[in-house]
């Protein structure tokens, strides 16, 4: 069965230090995978996501940025943190050719507070 | 216009009731839809899938009205274990990515 991790699960950071965040999927090969930000009581904001190794697509302009340097690795970072930073990130991954449906699957998140 | 719109709650909801949601879409080209649940701090799970006219999973029913472009969530003898937060997901055929409403919060009071 397919699991994914996010790590870590809360972080305190002070404005201008630099930030970063990793998933990782096990139990399956070339899956989408997705970066959303959920602030405190909203809906949930699609960051970056990825189809393949190398391939990141922008949702939103902003200071962070999306790598993924191994088929089951995300890694959301930034240079510089700003207070609105602040929020629950979540990764997400999701099956590729189904043809059909994208259903995605989440992991535990990480709860991120700039201060 | 948002593109998936849900009516926010709260619903408070008495044990053992039962309770719908609706939500819109407004993209025609959305061909499957999902129903997640997210509790306070935690990830989004998904709950059910739809892809046709409906589905039900145990006292979970979903329906969808392409005509009208609205979704439906029913719960059935509702328990205090389905407190959370319901969010109604389209997806266009062949995009990789889903369009999520904001929520709709449900109590259920003992």
């Known amino acids: 069965s397919q699991t994914i991790h996010q790590w870590p699960a809360t972080l305190v950071q002070p404005v201008g230090s630099p930030l970063s965040l990793e998933c990782t999927v096990e139990g399956t090969s070339n899956p989408n995978l997705y970066w959303y930000r959920q602030a405190a009581g909203r809906g949930l904001q699609l960051l970056f996501y990825?189809?393949?190794?190398?391939?990141i697509s922008s949702e939103v302009p902003q200071n962070l940025s999306a790598s993924r340097p191994q088929d089951r690795q995300f890694i959301l970072s930034s240079k510089k943190l700003l207070l609105s930073d602040s929020g629950f990130y979540l990764c997400?991954?999701?099956?590729?050719?189904?043809?059909?449906?994208?259903?995605?699957?989440f992991g535990p998140g990480t709860r991120l507070t700039v201060t | 216009r948002k593109e998936v719109e849900q009516d926010p709650g709260p619903f408070n909801v008495p044990e053992g009731a039962t309770v719908a949601f609706n939500c819109t879409y407004s993209?025609?080209?959305?061909?499957?839809f999902f129903w997640y649940r997210q509790d306070c701090r935690k990830e989004p799970k998904l709950l059910m899938s739809?892809?046709?006219s409906g589905n039900e999973d145990g006292r979970f029913t979903a329906q969808l009205n392409r005509a009208s472009q609205y979704i439906s969530l029913l719960i059935r003898d509702s328990k205090l274990s389905d407190s959370a937060t319901y969010l109604c997901v389209a997806n266009v055929f062949g995009n990789e990515k889903l369009t999520f409403g904001t929520g709709t919060r449900l109590t259920i009071i003992p």
């Open positions: 739809v892809y046709s």
């Open positions: 993209n025609s080209a959305s061909q499957s």
């Open positions: 990825s189809v393949g190794i190398g391939q």
């Open positions: 997400a991954w999701s099956l590729t050719g189904t043809g059909y449906s994208y259903e995605q699957y």
